[in-house]
T-cell receptor, first 115, second 114 residues
Framework: ELKVEQNPLFLSMQEGKNYTIYCNYSTTSDRLYWYRQDPGKSLESLFV?????AVKQEGRLMASLDTKARLSTLHITAAVHDLSATYFCAVDHPFKWTSYDKVIFGPGTSLSVIP | DARVTQTPRHKVTEMGQEVTMRCQPI?????VFWYRQTMMQGLELLAY????????DSGMPKDRFSAEMPDATLATLKIQPSEPRDSAVYFC????????????FGPGTRLTVT
């Protein structure tokens, strides 16, 4: 059974600083997703990474995928308060005997950006 | 702007009562997911439908929970009887035809069972 871990689970950082959130998964997968959840809100898709070496950037966030290492990173550049949220990674996993994939979510990283 | 809709947004009920939550997936999406989110357990997958057929409901307590898709525009999650430990936010999400696309989440139903 696929397990998805995130590190750290809680992160408090100052505005203007850089930091990286890590997502590790236990079995082979070629697809990884990053979602953002604001407090009391729903989840919103940030990035879809579909192949080894994929890199995507949106504003101050950049996500990358290394399928050989089973690792994805979400890098935050020059953090601002608006980035405070919980960030989830999720990984596709072949589902039983079917050709379908099941998506397994990590536990989330709660990010707080302080002035 | 297509969105997943869920009703009700909030529900407070007494233990033992039946609760039905509804979800309208984005038109054209053929996968529907039900999740439960709590502080203790995080985000848990309860049920997964593809083309209205249930593919996986192993995360759902079978004795009290049931999930159905009576048609392509409606998914339901029912709890009967409800218990205080069912208090959580229940999210519905839908995805397009292609495997590997991201899920689009609804706003959630916040359920409180007293």
């Amino acid at each position: 059974e696929l397990k998805v871990e995130q590190n750290p689970l809680f992160l408090s950082m100052q505005e203007g600083k850089n930091y990286t959130i890590y997502c590790n998964y236990s079995t082979t997968s070629d697809r990884l997703y990053w979602y953002r959840q604001d407090p009391g809100k729903s989840l919103e898709s940030l990035f879809v990474l579909l192949s080894n070496g994929a890199v995507k950037q949106e504003g101050r966030l950049m996500a990358s995928l290394d399928t050989k290492a089973r690792l994805s990173t979400l890098h935050i550049t020059a953090a601002v308060h608006d980035l405070s949220a919980t960030y989830f990674c999720a990984v596709d996993h072949p589902f039983k005997w079917t050709s379908y994939d099941k998506v397994i979510f990590g536990p989330g990283t709660s990010l707080s950006v302080i002035p | 702007d297509a969105r997943v809709t869920q009703t009700p947004r909030h529900k407070v009920t007494e233990m033992g009562q039946e609760v039905t939550m509804r979800c309208q997936p984005i038109l054209g999406h053929n996968t529907v997911f039900w999740y439960r989110q709590t502080m203790m357990q995080g985000l848990e997958l309860l049920a997964y439908f593809r083309n209205r057929a249930p593919l996986d409901d192993s995360g759902m307590p079978k004795d009290r929970f049931s999930a159905e898709m009576p048609d392509a525009t409606l998914a339901t999650l029912k709890i009967q009887p409800s218990e205080p430990r069912d208090s959580a936010v229940y999210f519905c999400a839908s995805g397009p035809v292609t495997t590997g696309d991201e899920q689009y989440f609804g706003p959630g139903t916040r359920l409180t069972v007293t």
